[in-house]
């Protein structure tokens, strides 16, 4: 499968933008009909960490997937392996006519467990899903979190020691703090715990959160524990 899509998208790559067919002039209007019919994507998961509800995989697929093939487009997803051992996700969206464009978002998972890594892929999925075809969700705002996901990903690289928005800048929390977050999140009482909170903040990694909301995130997850240990 990887052989044969990079075969097609090799066979018409614009010199100047490799993430992009030499033309996408049907592509954008079948998109801009496409996007007209789109359904907003339903919240139908709630966060057992701040018990808000959030969109999934699905919901954003159940969202947009009949208007894309109505026009003419699909999406496809692929993981595929680096040279120095880690893995990129690309998305592509194609249309009928053979034009495509596409995303491509580096994975660095917080565990190298498979509930981890699943819950993980699932949410890079959407995020990159619905950002290349520009499906919302129910009650989505400009959260500054959202707009810095580009900004966060770069500091995960390690090219930046701050964060800087078009508002503010953020602090992100201390090594000190990210290691006494992980203490708390290795107890058994917390498994799953981790996942919520990165998919809270749409940061991948701890080292991640802004210092602002560190206290709020420790306060909240000893809140969670003492409960489940009252359960148990």
Do not use: C
Not at 83 to 109: A, C, N, V, Y
Request: net charge negative.
């Amino acid at each position: 499968m990887d052989r044969v899509s990079d075969e097609l998208l090799m066979s018409d790559v614009d010199p100047t933008n490799s993430y992009r067919s030499t033309k996408i002039n049907e592509l954008t209007g079948a998109l801009a009909k496409a996007q007209a019919e789109f359904q907003t994507a339903k919240r139908s998961h709630q966060n057992k960490y701040y018990q808000h509800r959030y969109e999934d995989l699905v919901d954003v697929v159940n969202a947009s997937r009949p208007a894309l093939t109505k026009h003419g487009l699909s999406v496809m997803q692929q993981i595929k392996h680096l040279e120095d051992g880690s893995s990129m996700l690309h998305t592509i969206l194609f249309h009928s006519s053979g034009q495509w464009i596409e995303t491509r978002l580096k994975l660095t998972p917080p565990k190298q467990e498979i509930q981890t890594l699943t819950s993980y892929l699932s949410s890079m999925k959407r995020l990159a899903y619905a950002s290349l075809i520009g499906v919302v969700a129910e009650s989505e705002d400009d959260d500054a979190f959202v707009a810095d996901i580009p900004l966060r990903e770069e500091f995960v690289k390690g090219k930046m020691s701050t964060f800087k928005s078009t508002d503010q800048k953020y602090e992100v929390i201390s090594t000190d703090q990210r290691e006494e977050l992980e203490y708390e999140l290795q107890d058994p009482t917390m498994e799953g715990y981790l996942e919520e909170i990165l998919h809270y903040f749409k940061i991948q990694s701890l080292a991640d959160i802004p210092k602002e909301h560190y206290h709020q995130t420790r306060n909240r997850l000893m809140e969670i524990k003492n409960t489940r240990k009252k359960i148990i």
